[in-house]
């Protein structure tokens, strides 16, 4: 029901859109985040966005760098990542929350598959 796409192999400095389509339910009414596995670690949050889209979070690592935003018309997030480092590099999911969510995992409800993004130096 959701669908991550846009990553890929970029190199160190530049810039890529992850989008997180949704299917079959509308998450309109969801909080959305992006979290990341890296080659070897836990899984980890990236950015937080409220149903409105009025409120964001964002982890340290990426506050500056990373934007979230959605389109609820579309049913679908999106995830613009520039000044990419190698260690961006991982498996990029997306998650719906229906009461709230924000940095951990046990408070989504759906995720999608993934989508791979690679950082080369």
């Known amino acids: 029901q959701l669908q991550a796409s846009g990553g890929g192999p970029v190199e160190a400095g530049g810039a890529l859109r992850l989008s997180c389509a949704a299917s079959g339910r509308t998450f309109s009414r969801y909080g959305m985040g992006w979290f990341r596995q890296a080659p070897g670690k836990e899984r980890e949050f990236v950015a937080f966005i409220s149903w409105s889209g009025d409120s964001t979070k964002y982890a340290d690592s990426v506050k500056g760098r990373f934007t979230i935003s959605r389109d609820n018309a579309k049913n679908t997030v999106y995830l613009q990542m520039s000044s990419l480092k190698p260690e961006d590099t991982a498996v990029y999911y997306c998650?719906?929350?229906?009461?709230?969510?924000?940095?951990?995992?046990?408070?989504?409800?759906?995720w999608g598959q993934g989508t791979e993004v690679t950082v080369s130096s």
């Open positions: 998650a719906a929350a229906a009461r709230g969510g924000i940095w951990y995992e046990h408070e989504y409800d759906y």
